[in-house]
């Protein structure tokens, strides 16, 4: 079992800054990949951001130039810079990562984090 702890998230203005941050916590497993995941209340979660063991990272268009990924392989641990706010960013921030354990790869979530951009 893999556990993610989400911090980071809060209120601020548009075109303000956030950086949130993604633990990740367990015994006997690597990560394969971690990511950033969105969603908005009755609308389907969305990939933000994602960035692999061998740090290649794909973003969603609307966040291009604005967001950036990153990870600390020897803390098991992900950051989502986030640049230039608007008030349609606002939302549950989810951590999601794929790990591989002795019985298999896996795939794990936290708990969320709320990102809420005022105009």
């Known amino acids: 079992q893999v556990q993610l702890v989400e911090s980071g998230g809060g209120l601020v203005q548009a075109g303000g800054s956030l950086r949130l941050s993604c633990v990740a916590s367990g015994r006997a497993f690597s990560i394969n990949d971690m990511g950033w995941y969105r969603q908005v209340s009755g609308k389907q979660r969305e990939l933000v951001a994602r960035?692999?063991?061998?740090?290649?990272?794909n973003y969603a268009d609307s966040v291009k130039g604005r967001f950036t990924i990153s990870r600390d392989i020897s803390k098991n641990t992900a950051f989502l810079e986030m640049n230039s706010l608007k008030p349609e960013d606002t939302a549950v921030y989810y951590c999601?990562?794929?790990?591989?354990?002795?019985?298999?790869?896996?795939?794990?979530w936290g708990q969320g984090t709320q990102v809420t951009v005022s105009s």
């Open positions: 999601r990562t794929t790990v591989t354990e002795n019985y298999g790869t896996n795939l794990y």
């Open positions: 960035i692999t063991s061998g740090s290649r990272t």
